[in-house]
């Protein structure tokens, strides 16, 4: 057999294979569109029933002010008020909620009052809708005949979609409950029962969110349900029949399968042709080994995930940048970037959300940065830029386009979240500064934006560095002085009209071995922002506690920040140093601030209960200068409010302090709190205060702070001079 047989030969032994694999690729190019467009129905299926289940939460979630509230347990079941249901339930719960359909039901299911399209009706109007809620009443009235699960849910809600006529709704069944001290008549308390229509605004919603194509509801038998659109039963009527949401289903596998149809068959067609091509086998096998390398070598200088440069390209790019300084004047700009709380969307989200939100980062940089920028990602959810040939004001303005560019909400697979950044620039023209010191300046920079209130860019500035360093070493300072317990406390007296003292706050004190005393001000964020306040408000009550024991009668006031307030062994430690202490919990008044409450989660409020349960005393500090509201007195266990000394400062001669202090006083006298005026520095103040009928008072007038035994001193001296 000569050579030219051989190679016939092989050309067709090479065609078939490539023909071959052509059609088997085509066919499974087939199946798996296919597969695909089932998994994209199927998708599109689960996350329009996530976004049902997540729009009933929601407005479960709204309606739990309103039905956890003791004032709603006084005025629609002790001695119902239908002034204040149409006001409060009506006006509220229809009118700002958006609830079409509004009905209170009593203690025996029977409707009270009722609220239908922004208007009072007739009780009797329910007759409508009660055939719709009776299954979801008996449901909540199942749980309610449990208390322990009353108490593990807070809230008692059971939601359905259902038929009203021809409109479908979603009813709503909620369970009204005290959130304090209020009783109910009987062993059953009422029933809120709500409805919203859900076509126009559940087809919208999922339309814009989940790009739905030709979304609807409609109503069908069972026997309609079999059918090629993607569907969602939604609810179900009183006569059996199926409420569901349509759409027709994106198809992707097919549309892959119809643009690739005219390429199977061109490769078809270039087998058949190629194979004539053989000798050229060599020549490609060199070209594929060369692109191999290419890629190889890209891969080696980029991040996976983004494409962008990694920190190997950064520093050759930089390294280029900063030599051209040399050859030819100019100035040379870096770009610190972090994104801010990103490591919230990986806990909350997962880390496939986290990888989205980085792939979303890059994107925008790509379209906010020059050609001939470098943009890097230096790691996790770090970025960087290198700006060559720039002024301060081209520095400046392209960090602004980052700030601006990377703000805002982003969609992602699992939910939205929320985006913005901190930014560090360094400007340089001097080639003799090397490129390492470029981006650590870059780097101080981006500190100070992100301690500055992140959001927002800052330029480096050589001061800068100073002041890292002084508070890295206090710092390390304040560390050394917990290990070493070189924290002290001293005690300022709380005293009632009369002056004499009921009771001391402690205050943590440090005196620095080398800048003396160090002011409370200055180390008490510093412990927060690098994470020791929890060791240090530790070690404050540590000590109040040894503390206390030394006196008798005394109220002991601990300040607790809302960093410690949110963590979850914060209650557990406190209970620690009372059994280690021997101290008592209803020697304790706990000072909390509005922060702490600002976040109003479930953590924050079972802590506040177990404290409370524990015989701990708790003070709202510094109330009426944030975001107070009669919400949080009634949510969370309050004993105390502490009028803030920026009120108290211009009393008597201010009006407007004057009436701030008085609505204090008075609102908490209505709710059976005590108040506290802090910062009283003369004998006007006082004496306004008294006045007012503020019964506690604190501030340099009555008493400085002071060490332990001090206190005691002046504990000693009062007796004497009453005996």
């Known amino acids: 057999m000569d050579r030219r047989n051989i190679e016939l030969k092989i050309f067709g032994l090479v065609a078939g294979m490539a023909a071959g694999m052509i059609l088997l690729a085509g066919f499974a190019l087939t199946i798996a569109a296919r597969h695909a467009d089932t998994r994209e129905r199927d998708y599109e299926q689960t996350l329009v029933g996530n976004g049902l289940r997540q729009r009933a939460k929601e407005i479960q979630a709204a309606l739990n002010p309103y039905i956890i509230w003791d004032e709603a347990i006084i005025k629609l079941d002790n001695r119902f008020d239908p002034a204040w249901a149409s006001q409060n339930i009506g006006q509220s719960v229809g009118g700002a909620l958006g609830n079409e359909v509004v009905f209170v039901l009593d203690a025996d299911n029977k409707s009270i009052y009722g609220h239908v399209a922004g208007k009072d009706v007739p009780p009797t109007a329910y007759a409508r809708y009660g055939g719709r809620a009776t299954r979801l009443i008996e449901k909540v009235r199942e749980i309610e005949a449990d208390p322990k699960k009353v108490a593990e849910l807070r809230a008692v809600h059971r939601s359905r979609v259902t038929l009203v006529g021809d409109d479908p709704m979603l009813i709503t069944v909620s369970l009204v409950r005290p959130d304090l001290k209020a009783r109910t008549r009987g062993p059953r308390a009422p029933l809120l029962v709500t409805g919203t229509p859900v076509a126009d605004s559940v087809v919208k919603a999922f339309s814009d969110r989940f790009l739905l194509h030709d979304a609807r509801i409609q109503v069908v038998q069972d026997t309609q349900l079999a059918t090629p659109a993607a569907q969602r039963v939604i609810g179900k009527t009183a006569d059996g029949r199926r409420i569901v949401m349509r759409w027709t289903p994106r198809k992707p596998g097919e549309e892959l399968l119809r643009s690739a149809s005219p390429i199977l068959g061109a490769a078809l067609l270039a087998a058949v042709v190629g194979s004539i091509l053989l000798f050229r086998t060599t020549r490609r096998a060199v070209k594929k080994l060369l692109l191999s390398e290419a890629e190889a070598k890209h891969l080696s200088l980029h991040d996976p995930l983004t494409g962008l440069a990694n920190r190997t390209l950064f520093t050759d790019r930089l390294v280029h940048a900063h030599a051209l300084l040399r050859r030819k004047s100019g100035l040379l700009g870096v770009l610190c970037i972090d994104l801010d709380r990103f490591k919230e969307v ?378």
């Not at 890059?362 to 959810?381: E, M, W």
């Not at 005394?554 to 963590?567: K, T, Y």
């Not at 020697?587 to 404290?611: C, Y």
């Not at 201010?654 to 006298?669: C, R």
């Open 346 to 723: 990986n806990d909350s989200y997962g880390h496939d959300a986290g990888d989205q939100l980085i792939r979303e980062v890059a994107r925008r940089l790509k379209t906010i940065c020059r050609d001939t920028d470098t943009i890097c990602r230096l790691g996790g959810d770090e970025f960087a830029i290198i700006q060559p040939d720039t002024t301060p004001a081209g520095a400046a303005a392209l960090a602004q386009r980052v700030v601006e560019g990377l703000s805002g909400e982003v969609d992602l697979t699992i939910g939205r979240a929320e985006l913005s950044c901190s930014v560090g620039v360094a400007v340089v023209s001097d080639a003799e500064q090397g490129q390492a010191e470029l981006l650590r300046q870059a780097d101080v920079a981006l500190y100070r934006a992100k301690e500055g209130g992140r959001g927002r860019y800052c330029f480096f500035e050589p001061e800068m560095d100073a002041a890292l360093r002084l508070r890295k070493g206090l710092e390390r300072d304040l560390r050394t002085a917990l290990e070493t317990e070189a924290l002290k406390v001293a005690y300022q007296p709380l005293t009632d009209a009369r002056g004499q003292i009921i009771g001391v706050e402690a205050l943590a004190r440090w005196t620095h071995p080398e800048r003396g005393e160090i002011a409370p001000a200055i180390f008490i964020p510093l412990a927060e922002s690098c994470g020791l306040i929890g060791a240090v408000g530790s070690a404050v009550f540590r000590r109040a506690c040894y503390d206390s024991l030394r006196w008798s009668g005394l109220e002991v006031s601990v300040n607790v920040s809302a960093l410690q307030l949110a963590d979850p062994g914060f209650v557990d430690d406190m209970v620690a140093v009372l059994a280690e202490t021997g101290a008592r919990a209803d020697v304790f008044m706990l000072e909390i601030t509005e922060t702490a409450l600002l976040k109003d989660s479930d953590g924050v409020h079972e802590a506040l209960r177990r404290l409370k349960r524990l015989g701990f005393r708790l003070a709202l500090d510094d109330f009426g200068t944030g975001y107070a509201s009669l919400a949080y007195l009634r949510r969370h266990p309050i004993d105390k409010l502490k009028i803030d000394r920026s009120f108290v400062s211009s009393l008597p001669g201010n009006s407007e302090s004057l009436a701030v202090a008085s609505a204090i006083v008075s609102l908490a006298k209505s709710l059976g709190l005590k108040t506290t005026a802090e910062g009283v520095e003369t004998q006007g103040q006082l004496d306004a205060l008294i006045k007012l009928g503020c019964a506690e008072f604190q501030g340099f007038l009555l008493g400085r702070p002071m060490p332990a035994d001090a206190i005691g001193d002046v504990i000693a001296g009062a007796r004497e001079t009453v005996r």
